[in-house]
């Protein structure tokens, strides 16, 4: 019988190489040290190059080495040097290298990692493609913390982010992807994409912005769904805010109180989708404002606007607003355009006619004059249903009672 332990010890034999490397798979990096250390040369290319009898490796000489590499890179961290429990602190004295190599990937999944900055930059600057950063804390004073230039498929993953001017700017991006992560108290947009296509805004919890918790501008194809912001800036904030966007969808977020805020705010703004919203106490719910044209304001809920539930500028034409609950707003309906559609709506004085709108659950009771109570104007009200609504025609309101 043949055994098998000598082809063991040659499988093994392999991965006993420098700490912080693992020669199984060449692109693997483990950082072990929070030293911000560069113990080499800026062509670093291997920690078997490091100088002055330095061991282990620092995040910066990961980033230094993947950068003059070929091929894909993965930078993880030592969980013993970085226990999940009591993440371990580097704070960053100079700005690191840009991530300029595509495919690099820094993953702090496992362990507890705080990446602190004082430095204008911020953190991470990527220029890259295919970069992902993913499991980190964040921390900042000035720049922004990830800023992301010209890239393709990039994505900001699973991060806990706390000050800085902007948890992640973007400019020019194509395919970006920031979703699960936590933001709290950005001086400025939490997150501001500027330019670019096909942006994924998703599953971020975002509060104490002290300006626009989303801000997007000049872009197309962007997509805004199941966030959950808390607005910073009780008097004069946006929740999420579009300026010259076209082709994007605001869908399945719950943004809640902002006293004066305008929660979901186009301005030149075309060809948009806003679904699904829950939308609770603002200044304004939706606002539509300038040239913003042939936009789909459909099945979301304002709940105590002081000002209007949904505004739609005279220059916002071929607007639709369909199916929509406005619940204790001071103008419910504020349309200035002459050609806009707004049908089936359910304006209510007050939460009585729901199940649990406290809870946010805004079915109608039994008996609600608004069941079966909206025209078919083909609106799907059931998304996940073969069916588009139930009973004889849709409910008046943003919610098909089942």
Known sequence: MRRSVPLLIVLLLPACGRIGYDELWAGLFLVTTT???????????????L?????????????????????DDVIRFDPDRFPRWAP??????????????????????????LVSATVPDGVFHVTADRVEIRSL?????????????????????????????????????????????????????????????????????????AGDPVGIHDATDALVDANFVIVGDKTAGRGVHLERVSRSV???????????????????????LIVGNVLDRCSAGV???????????????????????????????????????LIRAGTPLAVGAPDTMAANNLVAADATGFVDAARYDFRLVPGHAGVDGSVDLGFDMLPDRPERYLGRAPDLGAVETR
Do not use: M, Y
Not at 293 to 322: E, H, K, M, P, W
């Open 35 to 49: 030293e911000d250390r560069l113990a080499g040369p800026p062509t670093l290319a291997s920690p078997d190059d």
């Open 51 to 71: 100088t002055g009898g330095a061991t282990g490796l620092s995040l910066r000489e990961a980033v230094v080495i993947a950068g003059n590499r070929a091929g």
């Open 88 to 113: 371990a602190e580097i704070s960053l004295q100079s700005d690191l290298p840009d991530l300029a190599r595509a495919g690099t990937t820094i993953d702090g999944s496992g362990a507890g990692v």
């Open 137 to 209: 804390f964040l921390g900042g004073r000035d720049g922004p913390q990830i800023r992301v230039d010209l890239a393709s498929g990039v994505r900001v993953e699973d991060n806990q982010f706390e000050g800085g001017a902007h948890a992640v700017e973007a400019t020019g991006t194509t395919g970006l992807v920031v979703a699960g992560n936590r933001i709290a108290g950005s001086t400025a947009e939490a997150i501001l994409v500027d330019g670019g296509t096909g942006a994924t805004i998703a599953g971020n919890r975002i509060e104490r912005a």
């Open 250 to 272: 605001i869908k399945d977020n719950l943004i809640d109180p902002g006293n004066e805020a305008r929660f979901v705010d186009l301005v030149d703004s075309s060809d948009n």
């Open 287 to 325: 606002t539509l404002l300038g040239a913003s044209l042939r936009n789909v304001v459909f099945a979301n809920v304002v709940i105590d606007a002081t000002s209007d539930g949904i505004r739609v500028d005279a220059a916002a034409l071929g607007t639709q607003v369909v199916n929509n609950t």
